[in-house]
């Protein structure tokens, strides 16, 4: 089954001929009168910070506003063979229809790597609108972007470019709950002066089935970036946007064989940024992207933060957990870490290796009484299960690991692999306190 998400931006009201068994619905962005749409005035904040991004920066991120919608609204078990690829088109208004033509393959390319579906897009011009009003900068420029999601990773990738001295604009996402503004809180005292936060609020509208919403979410990283590459293209040529996450976790091989599914997510793996770095290339936006942490383990980043102090007051101020609501099945407050999903694990392993695992959770993964088929249970044991697998494996078998979880540069092969063997030794001296 063909899923159709047709984007209506500004004055649109485009509405293409379809075929009457596809499934479609009309995803609005900044349009007038639409109380359901997926973002109003998304870039207002932009505009009165004094920043003017690209008008292809901004295409690139209305298209993948209209991504993310699409996945999250088009539910994987629907119709299809093996319940996991969807064939989706996006129908979207852009103002380079030829540019943008030319860039397709690069497009398509990387979002049937990042999300495993199969994609069709079709560009029309869109809809001439008045030009924003464009505010006072608050302060300097920012010397770059770096993406803050309020987790660990990022709140240590902000603490260690403010140390600089130099200003960032840091950028963030956020639905229901905004996730940054503790970990932002907990900068102020030290950096408010050098950061421009800007934080961005966008929820997708439901489908006409209230039922299906789709839980995997790949196409959020594609979102963030483009967040992060719209701020970065206001600044001058070259700027950079830093995309601050550890190697184990963007590469994320999966634990066990039977989870190369929904548990190998692709969001900051290597490939999926080269291919988002050919896209912005194909498209002429002058933004230089880093992953500067690509070669650390969590628990090496918390080692090597440039300012202990901020990190150490902070530090429980992130979350970095896949079920902050989990706490509601236990009888638990919500907005807490769960304590075993497979970032809370990777979190606390890291924690432990600096001395700083004393943080309040829901569950304490190591306690005896977890078993292993309960929900609070079946991460650990894969971790477990893959550690027992590492630690019989060859060096020439765990660059095979590597590199069967998704296409990697040659020339960092060796350096993937020790950040993925030393990240699994830190979860297991974390979790041999109990095994």
């Known amino acids: 089954m063909l899923w159709n998400v047709i984007a209506q931006i500004g004055d649109d009201n485009f509405y293409p001929v379809l075929d009457p068994n596809d499934f479609r619905f009309v995803a609005a962005i900044d349009k007038p009168g639409e109380n359901h749409g997926v973002a109003h005035d998304l870039l207002s904040d932009v505009f009165k910070a004094g920043l003017r991004p690209s008008q292809t ?12 919608t699409a996945d999250l609204r088009t539910w994987r078990g629907y119709d299809t063979e093996d319940a996991w690829a969807r064939e989706i088109a996006i129908h979207v208004p852009v103002t380079d229809v030829a540019l943008w033509n030319a860039a397709a393959p ?4 990387f979002l049937r790597f990042l999300t495993g579906d199969e994609w069709t897009v079709n560009f029309r011009p869109k809809v001439s609108a008045p030009a924003p009003t464009i505010g006072k900068s608050p302060g300097p420029m920012p010397s770059g972007a770096c993406l803050f999601s309020g987790g660990l990773d990022s709140f240590v990738g ?3 470019l403010l140390a600089s001295g130099q ?3 840091l950028v963030g996402h956020y639905g229901h709950t905004r996730d940054q503004a503790p970990a932002y809180e907990a900068l102020k005292p030290s950096y408010e002066a050098q950061t421009l936060p800007l934080w961005f ?14 839980s995997t979410m790949r196409a959020r990283s594609f979102l963030f970036l483009a967040l992060g590459t719209s701020v970065a293209s206001a600044l001058p040529p070259g700027s950079p946007l830093y995309v601050p996450e550890n190697g184990l976790i963007s590469l994320n091989i999966p634990l066990t064989f039977g989870r190369a599914g929904t548990h190998s997510t692709r969001t900051t793996h290597p490939h999926t940024i080269d291919l988002y770095r050919q896209l912005i290339n194909a498209l002429g936006i002058d933004v230089v992207l880093h992953t500067p942490y690509r070669f650390l383990t969590k628990g090496e980043m918390l080692r090597d933060c440039k300012n202990q102090t901020v990190l ?7 979350m ?3 079920r902050p609501q989990a706490g509601r099945f236990h009888k638990r407050p919500v907005g807490r870490h769960c304590g075993y999903c497979v970032p809370c694990i990777i979190r606390r392993a890291s924690l432990h290796a600096v001395g700083l695992d004393s943080e309040e959770r829901v569950i304490n993964v190591l306690s005896p009484n977890i078993r292993a088929n309960e929900a ?6 894969a971790f477990l299960m893959a550690i027992a697998r590492v630690r019989d494996m060859s060096p020439l078998q765990i660059t095979s690991e590597v590199m069967s979880a998704g296409p990697v540069n040659t020339a960092e092969v060796a350096a993937l692999t020790g950040v993925f063997t030393r990240g699994m030794d830190e979860v297991e001296q974390f979790l041999r306190q109990t095994s």
């Open 57 to 68: 920066a901004i295409d690139l991120l209305y298209i993948a506003a209209i991504a993310y």
């Open 106 to 109: 690069k497009l398509i390319e």
């Open 158 to 160: 902000a603490i260690d």
């Open 167 to 169: 200003r960032f604009a």
């Open 201 to 214: 609020f966008l929820v997708p509208p439901r489908s006409s089935d209230e039922q299906i919403v789709e």
């Open 312 to 318: 150490k007051s902070g530090v429980y101020s992130t």
């Open 320 to 322: 970095s957990c896949s």
């Open 376 to 381: 609070a249970g079946y991460d650990k044991r």
